[in-house]
């Protein structure tokens, strides 16, 4: 007996150790431990290994670096500074819970309307930091740190229409106006970082306060943008709290065990804060943490109420107590791999069209609990089956 007991034991301890993913408890910095990665197009530390900054040396016509894009700079060098990308920093210090980024130029690179010379599009992403930790599915996360600067820079007029003639030549300058800015913002965000466009998570709450008064800031185009002023000496607060989704086809299908980004972007954002481009000096976060909250609950187990068939039709009616969307299957098999049909909707009722003629066909629905746009899946309902007519 005891040594069947012991056997089990061992197998238990091999699989928790080969394949099976032990919960993460309530509490625990799943960040601990895991570094940081930074992006900047002339940092010398991109997660693409400069390949996009050599992409820019070969494009016609070439877009180079300068840190300097006014009158006299533009004069001396002959770069036409409309042609060039300011976009530097990398790590002066880092480990898991902060890093020091030695920032020479947040950029001032943008899309133009050339009719009107206003940008038309922001390009936060030309400086980003960017750390990946393990996650579970449907499960609540809190990212907390404090965050100060010393960036600052002179306000320039930002449009690509001041042009000077050099040698018969017309550049683009950036004209400085005399006066300093001391505020950056700032875009956090947590996303699929498997997703090759950074899909990002719904944030279920954030806030962001400097001396007990918030700095958070939102605009058309971007939410969770957080402004942090130079002339301050202490560090802004932010707390933010995600929910990873429980299904895996809202959430890394293919992954055993999912991760989650945090990004945040330093960017120049020139179509929403026009003074804040070119800017240089540290950002300095700590303390950073990704804490691991409760799952979140999920809608009560569906039940299908009924199925009613027609020619070459099934309409099912169904509900679930705490839903706001339903997942609707009939099929051939009861395992339901032939034959599928599905629907995803905020029905209670839904008709499947187009199915085979006096065949018999297996049913089930679940629903999904909505957080703040992420959806949590509960239970499959009970199987039933049906002949259509």
């Not at 306000?155 to 000077?164: F, G, L």
């Not at 006066?179 to 950074?198: M, Q």
């Not at 330093?266 to 540290?282: C, H, R, T």
């Not at 099934?314 to 339903?326: F, N, P, W």
Request: hydrophobic share 35%; charged share 25%.
């Amino acid at each position: 007996m005891k040594r069947i007991i012991s056997i089990v034991l061992t197998l238990t301890l091999v699989l928790g150790m080969s394949g099976i993913i032990m919960a993460q408890t309530p509490g625990t910095d799943v960040s601990a431990g895991r570094g940081w990665g930074s992006y900047s197009i002339h940092g010398n530390n991109a997660e693409d290994k400069g390949e996009w900054e050599k992409s820019l040396q070969t494009a016609k016509p070439p877009q180079k670096w300068v840190t300097d894009s006014s009158l006299e700079a533009v004069k001396k060098s002959g770069i036409d500074a409309y042609y060039t990308y300011g976009e530097c920093a990398k790590f002066k210090s880092s480990k898991a819970d902060g890093y020091v980024l030695d920032v020479t130029s947040t950029g001032w690179s943008a899309n133009y309307n050339p009719m009107t010379g206003k940008v038309v599009q922001s390009n936060p992403w030309g400086v980003t930091t960017t750390k990946v930790v393990p996650v579970d599915r449907g499960r609540f996360y809190t990212v907390a740190f404090k965050i100060k600067s010393t960036l600052q820079n002179e306000i320039t007029i930002c449009n690509d229409t001041t042009v000077v003639e050099v040698g018969g030549k017309k550049l683009h300058y950036t004209k400085g106006t005399g006066k300093y800015n001391y505020t950056k913002h700032f875009h956090i965000k947590a996303y699929d970082n498997t997703d090759p466009d950074g899909a990002a998570l719904a944030v279920q709450s954030i806030s962001a306060t400097y001396a007990g008064k918030s700095v958070l800031a939102k605009t058309k185009d971007f939410n969770n943008l957080i402004g942090v002023d130079s002339r301050n000496t202490d560090y802004v607060n932010v707390t933010m709290t995600v929910l990873v989704p429980n299904d895996k086809a809202d959430y890394q299908k293919k992954a055993k065990s999912p991760t989650m980004g945090i990004k945040m972007a330093y960017g120049a954002f020139l179509k929403e804060y026009a003074d804040e481009n070119n800017m240089k000096g540290e950002i300095e976060v700590k303390d950073f943490k990704v804490t691991a909250g409760n799952v979140a609950a999920t809608a009560g187990k569906a039940k299908v109420k009924s199925v009613k068939a027609a020619k070459k039709k099934l309409t099912v009616k169904y509900k679930a107590s705490g839903a706001k969307k339903y997942q609707v299957q009939v099929a051939l098999k009861k395992n339901f791999k032939k034959g599928l049909k599905k629907k995803t909707t905020t029905k209670t009722k839904w008709t499947f069209k187009g199915l085979k003629k006096k065949k018999k066909y297996y049913v089930r629905v679940r629903g999904a609990k909505s957080y703040n746009g992420t959806y949590i899946w509960g239970k499959w309902s009970k199987v039933k089956k049906k002949k259509t007519k």
